[in-house]
T-cell receptor, first 114, second 112 residues
């Protein structure tokens, strides 16, 4: 099955600092999704990328998908305590034994300190 | 809109007991999914459905059964619970396979 590697596994940054989370696949991604999960809660959809070279931004969060569609990055500018949580990437790899559902990375845990 | 709701929120079972988790969505989505989330394993797909009356196996289907009798509901059943099924279960739905999935708040299940 498709494996998505996320790095780093965890991150502690000081408030106001920038940070980047990466998601890498060994296969071409037909769609790449970023979700945020607050501790003990469900997943909240952030952004979806489908085209090679695509970049999307929402507030202080920017996500990019590389030209080869095998790697995505999530960049947070001027981090705030509200950004804390677990960030997961999910990928649509087309038909597999699991059908068209998403495969997820294991997540990156982000803590923002004052 | 309530979005995706799950019941119950918490449950403790003894080994061998059975239970059903209910997922409901009010967005008229065709696709629905059940995932489990375990530390160090991430989210793994158990079963999914591409429409009313259809179900299919995901990555980790053993020990679970599902039913989609109504478009808005997707039920996950454990016939004989095992400690290995201790996990947080998430339901999700989407309009199609090319749209984002909306997740419920999760059900925390402990099997003793």
């Amino acid at each position: 099955s498709q494996e998505l590697e996320q790095s780093p596994q965890s991150l502690i940054v000081q408030e106001g600092k920038n940070l980047t989370i990466n998601c890498t696949s060994s296969k071409t991604l037909y769609g790449l999704y970023w979700y945020k999960q607050k501790y003990g809660e469900g997943l909240i959809f952030l952004m979806m990328l489908q085209k090679g070279g695509e970049e999307k931004s929402h507030e202080k969060i920017t996500a990019k998908l590389d030209e080869k569609k095998q790697q995505s990055s999530l960049h947070i500018t001027a981090s705030q305590p509200s950004h804390a949580g677990i960030y997961l990437c999910g990928a649509d790899i087309g038909y597999s034994n699991s059908g068209y559902a998403l495969n997820f990375g294991k997540g990156t845990s982000l803590l923002v300190t004052p | 809109n309530a979005g995706v709701t799950q019941t119950p929120k918490f449950r403790v079972l003894k080994t061998g007991q059975s239970m059903t988790l209910l997922c409901a969505q009010d967005m008229n989505h065709e696709y629905m999914y059940w995932y489990r989330q375990d530390p160090g394993m991430g989210l793994r797909l158990i079963h999914y459905s591409v429409g009313e009356g259809t179900t299919a196996k995901g990555e980790v289907p053993d020990g679970y059964n599902v039913s989609r009798l109504k478009k808005q509901n997707f039920l996950l059943g454990l016939e004989s619970a095992a400690p290995s099924q201790t996990s947080v279960y998430f339901c999700a739905s989407s309009y199609s396979s090319y749209n984002e999935q909306f997740f419920g708040p999760g059900t925390r299940l402990t099997v003793l």
